[in-house]
Nanobody
């Protein structure tokens, strides 16, 4: 099994930047791909970005492409989310997600409803709150 723990949330002004960190642990870390999601009050959880441990392949939601950057440190089994040009409407709890690497594909993250069965194997962190003030 794998565990993930997020950190780095906080208060930032609109237009500012923040970097989130997700540390993965467990004997099977290498068998999971990591991703970032967020959930705003009253809204569904939404996909932001995902990255593979084995190469540099990454996927982004269109809403954050060009502003957010996902990166990794394989030696530390840590994934980062650099968030720039933040907007007040991006205030949310940000979650780290681990999913089996065999599922790592654009369709898995972009078509969540079609992968409901596979999602039962996902692992979630406790979340970190990001507040963007106007």
């Amino acid at each position: 099994q794998v565990q993930v723990v997020e950190s780095g949330g906080g208060l930032v002004q609109a237009g500012g930047s923040l970097r989130l960190t997700c540390v993965a642990s467990g004997r099977t870390v290498s068998r999971y791909a990591l991703a970032w999601f967020r959930q705003a009050p009253g809204k569904e959880r939404e996909f932001l970005a995902a990255i593979s441990w084995s190469d540099t392949t990454a996927y982004y939601d269109d809403s954050v492409k060009g502003r957010f950057t996902i990166s990794k440190d394989n030696a530390k089994t840590t994934v980062y989310l650099q968030m720039d040009s933040l907007k007040p409407e991006e205030t949310a709890v940000y979650y780290c997600n681990a999913a089996p690497s065999v599922y790592f594909s654009s369709s898995y993250y972009y078509n969540r409803e079609q992968n409901a069965g596979r999602r039962t194997l996902e692992v979630w962190g406790q979340g970190t709150l990001v507040t963007v003030s106007s």
